[in-house]
């Protein structure tokens, strides 16, 4: 009897890389490559603002897409449908007669949760759930301690680690892929389908974003060789203007079109045809960060979504916080600084780093907002969003999450004067009118 695997895309949108689709097409006779539009994305979240905005959405239909296209220059095709995994997934079981499931263990509770229930479902068909870890620079069994014993600062985490671990090669990429003859596929489901209209594009936006691996792997050899801009990151990182300050990867990275074990050993490949610097080892030092978040969210759960953090600390709240709130997220607040940011994030879904430090510390600092709601805000914004990343920085800045220093405050006006002291790009994203007003 042949053997079919389905192979659940999630957030490794990607044919480099991907451990999950390697080890498939070697186990299986084929495989069923399959995604789900989880409609519970695409609504109203908990929290006063949506789950998925219109900018965000977009880039996941393209990413979506461009990975139908790849596995369709191997010889595949994706299966695509708009419904919770739970429910799907067993259907194409049943109607494939599918062998085994195969996927990436995600870390964020509602993604556990999903993978749980889908694990439940196949078991009452007696199907195996086949869990792979596939989404941080170092993997998890090479770390020189167990989840639970991680360190809460990151710099003793950094130091033990790269000292006492590695970073694994990149899998093999997959040279052809077999699905069932019977295999049927509907186009990919576009923006209105999901229940959104089309957004404009702000021409004013640091770099033209499009989803998928194709423009993640262009991206990155434009920054790295074309541009050169590499060698000059760690003096560049805190721009706020233009398209080469940053690597801009992080988009790509957050839906796993861009694999960070991939840009590792590219920039090792820089390091030894071009030049080995601070800048280049910046650039794995901050995907470091990006793991050890998803680390922390491994070792204490869903306490990152509470408002009092894995420390368990009550802040102050003003008592107008939903007024003050709806000022801040429409770039309202009389501030200039905090306001062209909050333009830029709502134009264009992008937002740079010292960007996101400095609003949302305004936001929970200066105005006494509670910062769950910074965070859910940039979740329906951001095209990069990632549960890790985004609750465990934001969780970071308020003084709940991993930051060892007690009330951390970013002055917004010296902020100004350092990183835009010509004002360049406040008057790059607000109309003068917009900034003589303060609070």
Same mark, same amino acid.
């Given at each position: 009897?042949? *053997? #079919?695997?389905?192979?659940?895309? !999630?957030k490794?949108?990607?044919? %480099?890389?991907?451990?999950?689709l390697?080890?498939?097409t070697r ?10 539009f989880?409609?519970? %994305?695409? =609504?109203?979240?908990?929290y006063p603002?949506?789950?998925t905005?219109?900018i ?8 979506v +897409?461009?990975l ?7 010889? =595949? ?19 494939y ?5 195969y996927? +990436?263990?995600?870390?964020?509770w ?20 086949? %869990? ?7 993997? *998890?069994? +090479? #770390?020189? @301690? ?21 970073? !694994? $090669?990149? @899998? ?14 509907? $186009?990919? $489901?576009? #923006? ?6 089309a957004p404009e ?10 989803g ?8 990155? +050899? %434009?920054y790295f060789?074309?541009?050169?801009a590499l060698?000059?990151y760690?003096?560049?990182?805190? /721009?706020?203007l /233009?398209a080469?300050?940053?690597?801009k990867?992080s988009?790509?990275?957050? #839906?796993?079109c ?8 590219e ?17 794995? @030092? ?10 922390? @969210?491994?070792?204490y /759960?869903?306490?990152?979504?509470h ?8 802040? $102050?709240e ?5 007024e003050?709130f709806?000022?801040?997220?429409? =770039? ?16 264009t879904?992008?937002?740079?780093n010292?960007?996101r ?12 907002? &509670?910062?769950?709601? =910074? ?6 914004k ?9 609750w ?14 007690e009330?951390?405050?970013f &002055? ?28």
């Open positions: 009897m042949s *053997k #079919l695997i389905l192979v659940w895309f !999630r490794d949108l990607r044919v %480099h890389d991907n451990e999950v390697l080890e498939a186990k299986g006779d084929a495989i069923l490559p399959v995604y789900c989880d409609p519970r %994305h695409y =609504g109203p979240s908990e603002a949506q789950k905005g219109a965000r959405a977009q880039f996941i239909v393209e990413s +897409h461009d139908k296209s790849s596995l369709q220059k191997l010889g =595949g095709d994706l299966i695509t449908v708009i419904g919770k995994p739970e429910e799907e997934i067993p259907k194409l079981v049943a109607q007669q599918v062998s085994e499931v996927h +990436h263990r995600e870390v964020a509602e993604e556990k949760q999903v993978s749980d229930k889908v694990e439940e479902a196949l078991w009452k068909q007696q199907i195996n759930l086949k %869990h792979f870890i596939g989404h941080t620079l170092y993997h *998890k069994e +090479h #770390l020189p @301690f167990p989840i639970k014993d991680i360190p809460d600062v990151f710099t003793n985490f950094r130091k033990k680690v790269e000292r006492e671990s590695f970073v !694994r $090669p990149c @899998f093999d990429l997959v040279q052809a892929i077999k699905v069932p003859a019977a295999m049927a596929c509907a $186009p990919v $489901p576009g #923006l209105a389908d999901l229940g959104y209209q594009r702000d021409e004013r936006a640091v770099w033209q974003f499009k998928g691996e194709t423009e993640g792997l262009k991206r990155m +050899h %434009h060789w074309e541009a050169d060698r000059n760690k003096e560049t990182r805190n /721009g706020l /233009g080469d300050y940053s690597s990867f988009p790509w990275i957050a #839906l796993g861009l694999s960070p074990r991939e840009v590792y050993w920039v090792k490949k820089y390091e030894s045809e071009r030049i080995a610097n601070d800048s280049t080892y910046w650039l794995v @030092f901050e995907l470091l960060w990006r793991d050890y978040f998803r680390f922390m @969210f491994k070792k /759960g869903n306490k990152f979504f408002k009092t953090g894995f420390k368990g600390q009550e802040l $102050p003003a008592p107008n916080q939903e003050l709806e000022r801040w997220k429409n =770039g309202q607040t009389g501030v200039p600084f905090i306001d062209a940011n909050m333009h830029e994030l709502n134009a879904g992008f937002m740079s010292r960007g430090q400095n609003v949302a510390s305004y936001l929970v600092k200066d105005l006494k907002v &509670n910062w769950t709601w =910074g965070a859910a805000y940039f979740e329906e951001l095209i990069d969003y990632c549960p890790a990343s985004n465990g920085n934001w969780a970071y800045v308020a003084g709940v999450g991993n930051d060892p220093r009330d951390r405050y &002055n917004i006006a010296k902020q100004a004067q350092t990183y835009d002291p010509k004002g360049a790009y406040v008057a790059y994203w607000l109309d003068q009118s917009e900034t003589s007003v303060l609070v």
